[in-house]
């Protein structure tokens, strides 16, 4: 009994020892900031007092009574102000880091050469040359082992005062990349709660077996084994100057393993950052792709934009809005912004302000926003004219196929006969070039939207060969990835909330592109016309839906739920073609009417166009032919003018061909 109350007592005694240095130490930190630091710098001068006479007594056995004390506060008061100066006692001791005693390190190495100046100069020498040598050794250890115990502390104490996660809610986490950019990182991860670093993986085989702040470094086969022996749940890539292809081989050795896959901004979005927790982003979807792209031209950009008045129909769209951004980037007199929609207009608009607002190079431009529509010619005529409008995109559309197939005739006025006034309106003013951004939809349709996209292609190649000032070029490419509709946002939302991924067909395919790479592209392309081109985008190959749906699970660590695993996380379930939808896009109508241009991404289709006067009257009519809803004659028009085109999605004409090839065989 009596260990027993003993035992019971000391374990009291230690309780209320922790309880009163936590409520000292929370009474410390409770302080003003001018405070604390005051009492930093007493204590560090008090201490440097301290190593000077340790210093004096390991150098001579004993400290000479010749040696004033003004001498001895002169000595040990040098080192301690000279760190006020640079700063030092401004930085918060919850974040200390190794690059602050980098700096102290310096700042003692020419105090030491200060000493021995004062020392050499002096008449009578009071204390030997190699005390201040061993002397700011002795500080410099105190300096780091003492801010390394408040960090302890500091760490310690939010520890007990939260109600941590346990380490099973923790994220065992691989860097990799052992540079600069991956030790900035894991001092940052050090003071979260959600990840766990396990270990380092770095490409350099000279640092394979090496440590980096306690952690070990392994080489890059050794990946996957780590993940499997050592439970991890996120490897993040911390090497902002790394390839693509070296990210898409990194990926591909992680193909049969559910982990989530998170990057860093590239050296240029980081500039001169210090790394931190919230950097860290999901991987671009571009490198899940496989898409290499090439450095814009920059003559190209700017031919048709820089010291002009550009305006941008459906500047709110997708497409309209990130060429706002990319057409103030190269400097406009003046951007016009026409959108039909009061708050996608509003929205590009806020952004294009606030940029002018911080950055003091686009403070000149001026940038207008209108409401209105492209039917609106007369509207259009005025607006060119009185902003003196050298450049037109033309973005405004229609595009989602579902919902323009449900609607015909409004897709069809809005995304031809709208094209058909906005590029007249474009002659009436004499606007220099007007680019119309079209659509892979548009080659062999078997929907509305595109078969109204390439009726707009062919008035832009009717009104080029009408003499005109304005020279006419078309764009066309295929999807681009964050669009509204586009399938990878779908697929983000679909995951997040736990499945099902829906996808229309296991077969089905297409194009992609990110939206800046797309502007930027459109740009170029429009500065390269003379009138009447039909510009195809290099898309690269196409790429299979389900597998892209595979790829993006496996990314964010789940694992597909199928017959062959039926505990996986997120199931895809196929919903069957819808009304209009094709199983693979196609970028050009012909087999052999495609030539390259200068630029590696842009290449020209040699299309067959129509007579203008056959397109405008079939445009003539559509008013009444709306009025009375008559399809029919809609879709008669299209088989006629547009090369190709089928009704129905790919499933119908399966279908068609199955019932032709049965009654082959019958009769």
């Known amino acids: 009994m009596l260990i027993k109350t003993e035992s019971n007592n000391a374990y009291q005694s230690s309780s209320g020892f922790n309880q009163w240095s936590k409520r000292v130490a929370l009474y410390l930190l409770s302080l003003p900031r001018l405070t604390k630091s005051t009492l930093l710098f007493s204590i560090d001068f008090a201490m440097s007092i301290f190593c000077l006479l340790l210093a004096l007594m390991l150098r001579q056995g004993y400290v000479a009574s010749h040696i004033s004390l003004a001498a001895l506060a002169f000595y040990a008061f040098v080192p301690v102000a000279s760190l006020y100066l640079i700063g030092f006692y401004r930085s918060a001791s919850r974040g200390?880091?190794?690059?602050?005693?980098?700096?102290?390190?310096?700042?003692?190495?020419?105090?030491?050469?200060?000493?021995?100046?004062?020392?050499?100069?002096?008449?009578?020498?009071?204390?030997?040359?190699?005390?201040?040598?061993?002397?700011?050794?002795?500080?410099?250890?105190?300096?780091?082992?003492?801010?390394?115990?408040?960090?302890?502390?500091?760490?310690?104490?939010?520890?007990?005062?939260?109600?941590?996660?346990?380490?099973?809610?923790?994220?065992?986490?691989?860097?990799?990349?052992?540079?600069?950019?991956?030790?900035?990182?894991?001092?940052?991860?050090?003071?979260?709660?959600?990840?766990?670093?396990?270990?380092?993986?770095?490409?350099?085989?000279?640092?394979?077996?090496?440590?980096?702040?306690?952690?070990?470094?392994?080489?890059?086969?050794?990946?996957?084994?780590?993940?499997?022996?050592?439970?991890?749940?996120?490897?993040?890539?911390?090497?902002?100057?790394?390839?693509?292809?070296?990210?898409?081989?990194?990926?591909?050795?992680?193909?049969?393993?559910?982990?989530?896959?998170?990057?860093?901004?590239?050296?240029?979005?980081?500039?001169?950052?210090?790394?931190?927790?919230?950097?860290?982003?999901?991987?671009?979807?571009?490198?899940?792709?496989?898409?290499?792209?090439?450095?814009?031209?920059?003559?190209?950009?700017?031919?048709?934009?820089?010291?002009?008045?550009?305006?941008?129909?459906?500047?709110?769209?997708?497409?309209?809005?990130?060429?706002?951004?990319?057409?103030?980037?190269?400097?406009?007199?003046?951007?016009?912004?026409?959108?039909?929609?009061?708050?996608a207009l509003y929205t590009i608009d806020q952004e294009l302000v606030n940029l002018k607002t911080v950055d003091a190079d686009y403070q000149n431009?001026?940038?207008?926003?209108?409401?209105?529509?492209?039917?609106?010619?007369?509207?259009?005529?005025?607006?060119?004219?009185?902003?003196?409008?050298?450049?037109?995109?033309?973005?405004?559309?229609?595009?989602?196929?579902?919902?323009?197939?449900?609607?015909?005739?409004?897709?069809?006025?809005?995304?031809?006969?709208?094209?058909?006034?906005?590029?007249?309106?474009?002659?009436?003013?004499?606007?220099?070039?007007?680019?119309?951004?079209?659509?892979?939809?548009?080659?062999?349709?078997?929907?509305?939207?595109?078969?109204?996209?390439?009726?707009?292609?062919?008035?832009?190649?009717?009104?080029?060969?009408?003499?005109?000032?304005?020279?006419?070029?078309?764009?066309?490419?295929?999807?681009?990835?964050?669009?509204?509709?586009?399938?990878?946002?779908?697929?983000?939302?679909?995951?997040?909330?736990?499945?099902?991924?829906?996808?229309?067909?296991?077969?089905?395919?297409?194009?992609?592109m990110t939206i800046p790479e797309a502007a930027s592209l459109v740009i170029q392309a429009g500065a390269m016309a003379f009138g009447g081109e039909v510009f195809v985008l290099d898309m690269g190959a196409p790429v299979k839906i389900v597998d892209l749906a595979k790829r993006m699970i496996r990314l964010t660590g789940c694992e597909l739920k199928d017959d062959s695993n039926p505990n996986g996380d997120i199931e895809i379930v196929f919903t069957g073609l819808r009304p209009g939808e094709k199983l693979y896009e196609e970028l050009i109508i012909g087999e052999d009417n495609i030539e390259p241009t200068f630029h590696p991404l842009i290449m020209q289709a040699m299309e067959h166009s129509f007579p203008l006067q056959d397109i405008e009257n079939i445009l003539f009519e559509f008013a009444e032919k709306a009025k009375q809803q008559d399809v029919v004659w809609l879709k008669t028009q299209f088989k006629f003018f547009v090369e190709g085109y089928r009704e129905g999605s790919d499933k119908d004409v399966e279908v068609e061909k199955v019932d032709t090839t049965l009654t082959d065989e019958m009769g």
């Open 96 to 343: 200390f880091f190794d690059a602050v005693m980098g700096r102290v390190l310096q700042l003692f190495f020419l105090l030491i050469i200060v000493y021995q100046v004062i020392i050499y100069l002096s008449p009578s020498a009071t204390i030997p040359r190699s005390a201040p040598v061993i002397f700011l050794f002795l500080f410099f250890i105190w300096l780091w082992n003492s801010r390394l115990m408040i960090r302890a502390l500091l760490k310690r104490l939010q520890g007990t005062g939260q109600n941590r996660r346990p380490n099973a809610c923790c994220d065992n986490v691989i860097i990799y990349g052992a540079g600069e950019a991956g030790r900035e990182l894991l001092e940052s991860l050090r003071h979260s709660y959600q990840y766990n670093v396990v270990a380092y993986i770095d490409d350099d085989p000279q640092l394979t077996g090496a440590y980096l702040h306690g952690k070990q470094i392994y080489a890059a086969h050794a990946l996957p084994w780590l993940i499997e022996k050592l439970n991890v749940a996120q490897v993040i890539l911390a090497m902002p100057s790394m390839s693509r292809g070296r990210k898409k081989q990194i990926m591909d050795s992680l193909s049969g393993i559910s982990v989530k896959i998170k990057d860093l901004p590239s050296l240029r979005e980081l500039a001169d950052e210090i790394v931190t927790v919230s950097h860290i982003r999901p991987v671009d979807i571009l490198d899940v792709l496989e898409r290499e792209t090439v450095e814009p031209v920059a003559e190209l950009l700017q031919k048709n934009i820089t010291g002009k008045n550009v305006l941008v129909t459906g500047a709110g769209g997708s497409i309209g809005s990130e060429l706002c951004r990319q057409i103030i980037k190269n400097k406009p007199k003046c951007l016009v912004l026409y959108e039909q929609s009061e708050y």
């Open 365 to 512: 431009i001026e940038i207008i926003s209108i409401i209105g529509s492209v039917s609106n010619e007369k509207k259009l005529i005025n607006i060119f004219e009185k902003n003196h409008i050298k450049t037109i995109y033309h973005a405004a559309a229609y595009k989602h196929v579902p919902i323009v197939e449900s609607n015909p005739f409004e897709g069809t006025i809005n995304n031809t006969k709208g094209t058909y006034h906005c590029a007249r309106a474009a002659i009436q003013a004499r606007v220099e070039t007007f680019v119309l951004i079209s659509t892979d939809k548009a080659v062999r349709p078997t929907n509305v939207m595109g078969a109204s996209k390439r009726l707009a292609e062919l008035v832009c190649q009717g009104l080029s060969q009408s003499n005109s000032q304005t020279c006419f070029s078309m764009v066309r490419f295929g999807n681009v990835l964050g669009s509204s509709g586009s399938v990878v946002p779908l697929f983000t939302k679909q995951i997040e909330q736990g499945g099902p991924i829906t996808i229309t067909h296991p077969d089905i395919t297409r194009y992609f």
